[in-house]
């Protein structure tokens, strides 16, 4: 059962359409915690969804994704673009961490109303920050927003798709702590679209560029797209308009061979993989009134054989059925 | 598509039914292998199953499982009993290993037209043992068979849940290399309904048995049932009849209580479960022709919000649709 009164929902909807910040914050909240709701307000939004370009930023602790990400707000509205940032934190202890912490790096853009600022905790929800990032995405779409920042810990296999959902996957590094090696082995590497060395004031960034530079040198064919790599010094807004250039840059070469549509595609892809994996982590988890049902005793009785049974499984958790 | 032709089916169900060896042999081939003729096969005979008892035999490897099997399908021979043994070795290099081994240790039944032997090896089909031995055994339960004797190395989830839905599941244990802990670990222990100290003859045994007496002290209440822990030395047949005897305690105790028919659900709830899976796992993991489908690019054209398309997808994993 949601927490949102039913006839509530379509003006939630509407609110989010027309811009309310309040509306938007409590739609957001529905897709954290309000599994009942989250499907309404999503199904409310989709046709509206489609027009926002989506850029992820992704990368170890401490690489200086926050600042980067703020320093990319600034530029962005410097040229007349409205922002949403959506920062997904696993590892806050309640959101309050995170939240903080980012709304003090971002508290240039305090009173602006062309930005907006949202931080989320990876916990809760069954599914967890990967099932609730492509629904805040989609109601920051829909809200109007030009551009979606997508700030997320580049550690997991969970993280890594939700990356890869954007249209422009940046993963940011920073000399020391063998961050490369670390993120190769995460598999971050392979989905990055722009190379971010951060930091690139210190010692070790030169090297680091070298080292990525020749990561890319055996996997590439001469046709695909070689992630540019940039060198930034974010708290200085140094290196922050050629990343948003290599940003640029990328989304027309998205555009120019038809990759835009694959890259929303595979968005939705995740949107619906995941949506899935609730019903069926649920489902097999052998909760008692799911959609298990009786299906079990039926097959024992033999009226159901066990196959036909395993079809009306994947039924009922389509859409559960009073049996 | 599979290996089977159509019109073959219904002579290969029928053989089954009438016992006759090849078929049998035939039909458990297609359970671990055909993927396409299974469901056919499955749906076909379940109507006949539902007689048979199942026993589980599980432990570690080198408790002396095949040699008790081997001891307790000559006592339940000896009564009348007719014997179906299902042998899982999810190490076994190719089939062939198990298949060897097993066959010396049973060579005593080989001519007795009551006992059947399969071994199988937990590899090929997705899935593995967990989702391919709950058909094997209702193929044997169709057959006629009064006893089916389980045998699987109980290490790992998805051995332990197999086991758990025998009619009475016998956990095999002997002294030495800390098998009582390791059982323990595994939770094993969990599931036995009755306990076994194999090579009983050797060194620690006794202490064996008092370690898993106490083990059971503070889990149950007292109406519940106390697994009984019955010595054996099986190479020597000693102790294979009170372990029979245990066993038919058992199953009498589960009829008492309705608890019968609860492991004949379990049984069909894992089953159906472990069909779901594999759709599941095929559907989720990208299969480019598979349920997934052009649903992304319908959410993607906004034909379709992503929840619609998730029910789509569950939908099109239980009935693959050309779409």
Redesign the interface.
């Known amino acids: 059962v949601s927490a949102v009164e039913p006839g509530a929902f379509d003006a939630l909807v509407a609110g989010v359409l027309d811009g309310d910040r309040r509306a938007l914050a409590r739609a957001l909240t529905v897709v954290e915690d309000d599994e009942a709701g989250l ?1 309404t307000v ?2 409310a939004l ?2 509206h ?2 027009r926002a370009r989506v850029i992820a930023l992704t990368g170890a602790p401490g690489v200086g994704k926050s600042t980067l990400a703020s320093a990319l707000t600034a530029t962005l509205r410097a040229r007349g673009d409205t922002v949403a940032v959506v920062a997904v934190d696993p590892s806050s202890p309640v959101t309050g961490g995170a939240l903080l912490g980012d709304r003090i790096r971002m508290q240039g853009h305090h009173d602006d109303p062309g930005v907006f600022i949202r931080s989320m905790a990876a916990r809760g929800r069954l599914g967890g920050m990967a099932a609730a990032t ?1 629904h805040a995405v ?1 109601v920051l779409d829909a809200a109007g927003f030009d551009v979606v920042l997508v700030e997320t810990v580049g550690v997991g296999q969970s993280e890594v798709e939700v990356a890869a959902t954007a249209e422009t996957t940046v993963v940011v590094l920073a000399p020391g702590a063998g961050d490369g090696v670390q993120a190769a082995k995460a598999g971050i590497l392979e989905v990055a679209d722009v190379l971010v060395v951060n930091q690139a004031d210190r010692d070790g960034a030169a090297a680091l560029e070298v080292v990525l530079g020749g990561a890319f040198d055996s996997v590439l064919t001469p046709a695909s797209w070689r992630p540019p790599i940039v060198p930034t010094v974010a708290v200085r807004d140094e290196g922050v308009d050629a990343l948003l250039g290599a940003c640029d840059a990328h989304l027309e070469h998205l555009r120019a061979g038809g990759g835009h ?1 694959e890259r ?6 995740h ?3 995941e ?3 609730v ?2 982590r649920r489902a ?1 988890g ?1 909760d008692p009134v799911g959609a ?1 049902g009786s ?3 039926r ?2 009785d ?1 009226e159901l ?11 009922n ?3 559960p059925a009073a049996d």
Do not use: N
């Open positions: 499907r999503v199904a989709h046709a969804t489609g492509p989609a549509v929303r595609k595979r968005r939705a892809e949107a619906i993989r949506i899935a994996m019903g069926i097999l052998g298990m299906l079990p005793r097959v024992a033999r054989d066990p196959f036909a049974a395993a079809d009306l499984l994947l039924t958790i389509a859409a």
